[in-house]
């Protein structure tokens, strides 16, 4: 069967530190992978989404970028947060017909 | 673009009354629409969707939702609510079967009465 894992799940981390927040997808080959951001009271945002290797596509201009080194691998980083930064990240896949999310990363930036 | 709309942030009912949770979307042409269910510091988990076909779609956990396409909404419902119910509703909408154009509404959190 099929399972996403994110890490960390909480982290913490001062103004202009970087980040790197990692996903990975098993139990299927070549997924679409998206990372998405959740804040209080404004629904999802779609962040960034990945058809395949080295394919990034940035859906909104921000301080963030993401890579997939490998097929079933997506990573969100950041050279220097901002306040702003704070949040719920969410990494999904989709196949079969869904859209399947991790369990999240709660960002807090101070 | 595509959006949609919950209209209510919270909903509080009670433990074996009926839910209706509301959504309206926006978009020109037969749009895919979902309902997700978190619960809290967790992802989501689909409920439902409508791609076409009968307008009535059942989902898990004892959900429905009707799409109105007069009405451009797509409530969901459930008879009888439990305690376990209790989390944060999400609709959301596609411009089709790729879900990069997925659009998500602001939520509502669903509370559960003893």
């Known amino acids: 069967s099929q399972t996403i894992h994110q890490w960390p799940a909480t982290l913490v981390q001062p103004v202009g530190s970087p980040l790197s927040l990692e996903c990975t997808v098993e139990g299927t080959s070549n997924p679409n992978l998206y990372w998405y951001r959740q804040a209080a009271g404004r629904g999802l945002q779609l962040l960034f989404y990945?058809?395949?290797?080295?394919?990034i596509s940035s859906e909104v201009p921000q301080n963030l970028s993401a890579s997939r080194p490998q097929d079933r691998q997506f990573i969100l980083s950041s050279k220097k947060l901002l306040l702003s930064d704070s949040g719920f990240y969410l990494c999904a896949w989709s196949g079969l017909g869904e859209l399947f999310f991790g369990e999240g990363s709660r960002l807090t930036v101070l | 673009a595509q959006s949609v709309t919950q209209p209510d942030i919270h909903i509080t009912v009670s433990e074996g009354a009926s839910l209706e949770l509301r959504c309206n979307y926006s978009y020109g042409a037969t749009p895919y629409l979902f309902w997700y269910v978190q619960s809290p510091g967790q992802g989501l988990q689909l409920l439902l969707k409508y791609f076409s076909g009968d307008t009535l779609v059942q989902g898990i956990k004892g959900f429905e939702a009707e799409f109105k396409r007069s009405q451009s909404s797509f409530n969901l419902r459930k008879p009888s609510v439990h305690w376990s119910d209790a989390a944060e509703y999400f609709c959301a909408v596609a411009a089709g079967s790729g879900y990069s154009t997925l659009t998500f509404g602001k939520g509502t959190m669903l509370l559960v009465s003893p």
């Open positions: 990945s058809v395949g290797i080295g394919q």
